[in-house]
């Protein structure tokens, strides 16, 4: 199913505002538009995404609690929660679609940080191809790095951000790193061979997108290629991308690795779907092959009392508890088992169970860059939206995820909450 409304224009958008709301609806869907990027091209043929069947209740109409303690349902949930698109497949099959205004099936959206786990992958196949050892330090792939904070850090520090490095991640700050870095003139690797380090590495997790562009860095030089042709040739066209994504660039023409990639909805519904099946894609032709070897996700996915211990202790701990990261991937124990999550600011998001088969993906506009009560809204919804498809859901049974805090105000959009709920 799909939607496409009458958005805002894009009067007064430039680069200063355009995450900002109400600016944020109209440019996540224009993001070339405003910005420089590169082209990621798409495989020549796509791969299909199947109808599908049917045969369950209505996966959007079941009910949920929401962390407030109040009983929703998972279309009411993405209606308030400034949804832009969603798809949903289930076993390969598409079961939902929908898109908001300005958007539509072949439209890129900003994914933030979900690039993270896209470099990630990226990263991973160099790694099949012996092109990339992820147990040497940066600095020796990346020279200019020797006399920074990531000197020594090995490549699976930054992997896991797990290195001593100094870098501030406040979205609101305009002071923070993260802010200089996007504004850096002089680019993204200037700006990274300045960082010190505050800590030793390999001894805490601290989430940082520092740590994203040094990998991208250092899967750049070791192969040869700018990051927007490392994508297209290892994972988008191998999964049967079907349209052409972008990523943003900074002023020497570097790509922005932590999150300056722009997609549609139904190719990164492809890639999760690479997730869900370890690694491997369907072609056009049906033919399965393998894009990244089953080692890398089956040992992300595999937790240990180091990596669990080493999360609790991060502020990441007190919003997902039980959770945990690794390779550029988010884990978090759900309704109905383990997901994986790829997570960016202002609400973009892939929830993939193994359990239930399924793969949900959601574009939004937040106007913050972080919204809790609507992260875990959100994550609860894709949770039952696989339990109903599996037929794991039990109705009347909605286990609350422990450790979440209740009482969290949300604020929904009338005529977008419209639309959905008409699905």
């Not at 355009?18 to 990621?40: C, M, Q, S």
């Not at 993270?116 to 991973?124: E, F, L, N, Q, R």
């Not at 056009?284 to 080493?310: F, H, K, M, N, Y």
């Not at 998001?349 to 809790?372: A, D, G, L, N, Y």
């Amino acid at each position: 199913m799909a939607h496409v409304g009458e958005g805002p224009t894009h009067e007064g958008v430039g680069i200063h505002n355009w995450r900002l709301p109400p600016y944020n609806r109209w440019a996540f869907w224009h993001v070339k538009d405003i910005l420089g990027t590169t082209e990621v091209k798409a495989a020549t043929v796509a791969s299909p995404l199947s109808p599908y069947a049917g045969g369950v209740a209505d996966p959007l109409a079941q009910k949920v609690v929401r962390v407030d303690g109040t009983e929703s349902t998972p279309r009411d949930i993405l209606a308030d929660t400034y949804t832009d698109a969603f798809v949903v497949i289930h076993d390969g099959a598409l079961v939902a679609e929908w898109y908001g205004p300005e958007g539509a099936p072949e439209r890129t959206h900003a994914l933030m940080s979900v690039t993270k786990s896209i470099v990630s992958c990226v990263a991973a196949a160099l790694v099949d191809r012996e092109i990339l050892d992820v147990s040497i330090p940066v600095n020796a792939y990346v020279p200019e790095l020797a006399d920074s904070g990531y000197a020594e850090a090995t490549v699976s520090d930054v992997l896991d951000m797990r290195s001593g490095v100094r870098f501030r991640e406040d979205y609101k700050d305009p002071d923070a790193d993260i802010r200089r870095l996007a504004l850096c003139e002089a680019g993204i690797y200037s700006y990274l061979t300045d960082l010190k380090a505050e800590a030793p590495h390999g001894q805490r997790f601290l989430y940082r997108s520092a740590e994203t562009d040094v990998l991208g860095w250092v899967c750049e030089r070791v192969s040869g290629l700018p990051m927007a042709k490392l994508i297209s040739t290892l994972i988008w066209q191998p999964i049967g991308a079907e349209f052409d994504a972008e990523i943003i660039t900074d002023t020497t023409g570097t790509a922005y690795h932590d999150g300056g990639l722009c997609a549609t909805a139904r190719d990164v519904a492809r890639f999760g779907q690479l997730l869900l099946e370890g690694g491997t894609a369907v072609d056009s032709a049906g033919a399965v092959g393998t894009v990244i070897g089953p080692r890398w996700l089956r040992e992300s996915s595999t937790s240990d009392a180091e990596s669990l211990a080493l999360f609790a202790d991060s502020p990441a701990g007190i919003s997902m508890p039980g959770g945990w990261y690794r390779n550029q991937f988010w884990f978090r124990p759900g309704g109905f088992g383990d997901v994986l999550l790829c997570l960016g600011i202002h609400g973009q998001m892939i929830h993939v169970s193994r359990r239930t088969r399924t793969v949900c993906v959601k574009f939004s506009t937040w106007p913050e860059p972080q919204r809790p009560g609507d992260l875990q809204d959100t994550l609860r919804a894709f949770d039952n939206v696989g339990g109903v498809l599996s037929g794991h859901y039990l109705r009347g049974r909605n286990p609350r995820l422990p450790g979440i805090a209740s009482g969290v105000n949300r604020h929904g959009v009338a005529s977008r909450s419209a639309d959905i709920k008409n699905l």
